[in-house]
């Protein structure tokens, strides 16, 4: 069973009230659990790792990518196991077929809000030059990027409003309130879930497991965000 897990996000620069539902990590998995959540939000964000490349199919995330839009707008971004999927040059081109927008180091305008997606990439071949034309965008920017180790190397520090990650698991197995190992960080991992950055980055633990390690006091979750608009109290003046 799924934790649901609701954060809010105030900002002046948000025009109006706005509510994304965060299916990150997916993994190739089924999601008709959460439908209901899913289904009571404005739109779908997926930062990354819509299937596994440990599976030889991407059943799951293909449904995923052409039902979905019919109910709701999703934008995806790229993580590594769509990277590293033995069967990327056939999936692809078949997610480009559906409604999904795609944000491979791209960006667009959905109500007011500019997303934008950094994706994963071997070392040495990520697109700083994306990440440089999307902090010059003037709307409030929220940014998908999978590895928050690569929003901490790449993106803190820019100006980019928001950044929205996945890829650690919860630290996959919670000991005293601190993770054992997320991938790309390693032992004791110091990102796990939630906020970090004084609020500029949301971690989230993830859809499935995607691990052949149990989670242990690390439940899986959809994540719902809200970003609301802050109105200007009379100190900011």
């Not at 899913?38 to 490349?53: E, K, N, S, T």
């Not at 449904?63 to 040059?89: D, Q």
């Not at 004084?198 to 899986?220: D, H, Q, W, Y």
Request: net charge negative; with cysteine; charged share 30%.
């Amino acid at each position: 069973m799924r934790q649901i897990t609701r954060y809010t996000v105030q900002d002046r620069g948000i025009t109006e009230k706005i509510t994304f539902a965060v299916v990150s990590d997916l993994h190739d998995r089924a999601w008709d659990d959460v439908l209901a959540e899913i289904l009571g939000c404005d739109a779908v964000l997926v930062p990354g790792d819509l299937v596994d490349r440990h599976r030889n199919t991407y059943d799951n995330a293909l449904r995923f990518l052409r039902e979905m839009p019919e109910k709701l707008p999703v934008f995806f971004s790229i993580g590594n196991h769509e990277r590293k999927h033995e069967r990327l040059e056939e999936f692809m081109p078949l997610a480009k077929k559906t409604d999904a927008c795609i944000l491979d180091n791209d960006m667009c305008l959905f109500r007011g809000i500019m997303l934008g997606g950094y994706s994963s990439a071997w070392e040495g071949e990520e697109d700083i030059a994306f990440l440089d034309r999307f902090e010059r965008e003037k709307a409030y920017k929220l940014l998908l990027c999978h590895h928050p180790e690569m929003y901490r190397r790449d993106v803190a520090g820019r100006n980019v409003d928001l950044t929205v990650c996945g890829h650690a698991h919860g630290g996959q197995i919670c000991i005293g309130g601190h993770g054992l190992f997320a991938p790309g960080q390693g032992l004791f991992p110091k990102m796990t879930h939630g906020f970090y950055d004084g609020g500029k980055m949301l971690l989230s633990r993830g859809m499935t497991n995607g691990s052949s390690v149990p989670r242990i006091n690390v439940p899986c979750e959809l994540v719902i965000l809200t970003l609301e608009h802050k109105e200007e109290n009379e100190n900011e003046r």
